[in-house]
């Protein structure tokens, strides 16, 4: 079966450059998280999105903006990166208009490393 | 917001043994997930619970949505069964962000 794709996989940038991720939802799901997970830590919803509408807002910084395009795959953008944003990045989708279940599966991950 | 709080934080187990980890959330929830995260980082979804029991293999999971807790079962465990075992919740909001437990991680020695 499908799953979500993520890419890059790996990505390596100095502090204040910018980073883009991407995800590639499940096909037929509408509906994109974002999650953070610091070293360590356990994953921090960042943001969501609705058949392209934002859904809802975490913890995700004014320096980071992201969107979910007319095809469902979303983008997250990171702009003036800091050390402190070294993370792993997953990208999670669902479908609302499954009424079994609203299970969210879970990209690979995005592995963020600020230099 | 809700509270999610998982026990033990740490296990190690000896290859063959029996385990029960515990997830207890501070208020009704819409959806109850169990995950493994292996040593390279990938989530893996164990289960879809928010009530009542499933099994899956050697692993079960069972949600007491009343008295607000979780359990996920590991009989006979492997080496590959080590790693960080999350559970994560969705709150009446409906807006489907996850809040997240803060994990136990299970070594399971050969």
């Known amino acids: 079966a499908a799953g979500v794709i993520q890419s890059p996989r790996h990505l390596i940038k100095e502090k204040r450059e910018t980073a883009t991720l991407k995800c590639y939802p499940i096909p037929r799901h509408d509906t994109v998280y974002w999650y953070q997970q610091g070293p360590g830590q356990d994953p921090q919803f960042l943001i969501s999105f609705y058949e392209k509408m934002q859904s809802d807002k975490g913890s995700i910084p004014d320096r980071f903006s992201a969107q979910q395009f007319s095809d469902y795959h979303s983008e997250l953008n990171m702009s003036s990166l800091e050390l402190g944003d070294s993370a792993l990045y997953f990208c999670?989708?669902?479908?609302?208009?499954?009424?079994?279940?609203?299970?969210?599966?879970f990209g690979p991950g995005t592995r963020l490393t600020v230099l | 917001g809700i509270q999610v709080e998982q026990s033990p934080p740490d296990l190690i187990l000896q290859e063959g043994a029996n385990s029960t980890l515990r997830c207890n959330f501070s208020?009704?929830?819409?959806?109850l997930q169990w995950f493994h995260q292996n040593p390279w980082g990938q989530l893996i979804n164990l289960f879809y619970i928010p009530s009542g029991t499933k099994q899956n293999g050697r692993l079960s999971a069972t949600t007491v949505a009343t008295e607000r807790y979780s359990l996920l079962y590991i009989s006979s465990s492997q080496t590959t069964d080590s790693g960080v075992y999350f559970c994560a919740t969705t709150t009446g909001s409906n807006t489907g962000k996850l809040i997240f437990g803060q994990g136990t991680t299970l070594q399971v020695k050969p």
């Open positions: 999670a989708s669902s479908s609302i208009r499954d009424r079994i279940t609203d299970t969210q599966y």
């Open positions: 208020d009704s929830v819409n959806n």
